[in-house]
């Protein structure tokens, strides 16, 4: 496995819909063991092969496993979704605004509103066919990593975009800790 290098918005192949993976043989497998590396070392909950310049239609999906993750999350603690060709299937009327930031645009945050729940098909790392109902976070995470596969990035959509300070990110470590009391 390697860790691949993340790109940036300055690079075009991030703002290009991607191609329809057509192959599922061990070159694509390595893709997918490559990205998963790379996600952890980032660290991230989300990333898309055009972010590790490769222009084609698959993204992953892990949230955080460890004990808050596990309370926040539950059984979708940990779990790693693995979507080539993704596509919503549903999307709920009720939009809800959240914080996101990316891997690609380090050291910004912007207020993004998305669709509460989802329903998203798509194949699994073997090709097979999968489709999946996600709720809150998990929703957020699926239709913020397949906007990637679109060449779109969250600061085409967000409401506002700031870089947070250190009392930021004080405060929202606080509003986590309160939420799981």
């Not at 892990?62 to 059984?75: A, I, M, N």
């Amino acid at each position: 496995m390697a860790n691949l290098p993340i790109i940036q918005p300055d690079n075009p192949i991030l703002r290009k819909r991607a191609r329809k993976v057509t192959s599922f043989d061990a070159k694509f497998q390595t893709l997918i063991d490559d990205m998963l590396e790379t996600l952890e070392k980032a660290p991230g909950v989300g990333l898309a092969a055009p972010q590790v310049a490769v222009p084609l239609r698959v993204f992953i999906a892990r949230l955080p496993d460890d004990e808050e993750g596990k309370k926040e999350f539950g059984d979708n603690a940990g779990v790693l979704y693995v979507f080539a060709n993704p596509e919503f299937v549903k999307t709920s009327k009720e939009m809800v605004e959240g914080i996101e930031g990316c891997l690609s645009i380090p050291g910004w945050v912007g207020t993004v509103e998305r669709h509460e729940q989802v329903v998203i098909r798509g194949q699994d790392r073997f090709g097979k066919p999968i489709k999946i109902k996600a709720k809150g976070w998990l929703a957020r995470v699926f239709q913020h990593e397949a906007d990637h596969l679109d060449g779109r990035l969250y600061i085409d959509i967000a409401k506002e975009v700031w870089q947070p300070t250190e009392e930021d990110e004080e405060e929202t470590a606080l509003a986590d800790q309160a939420k799981a009391e």
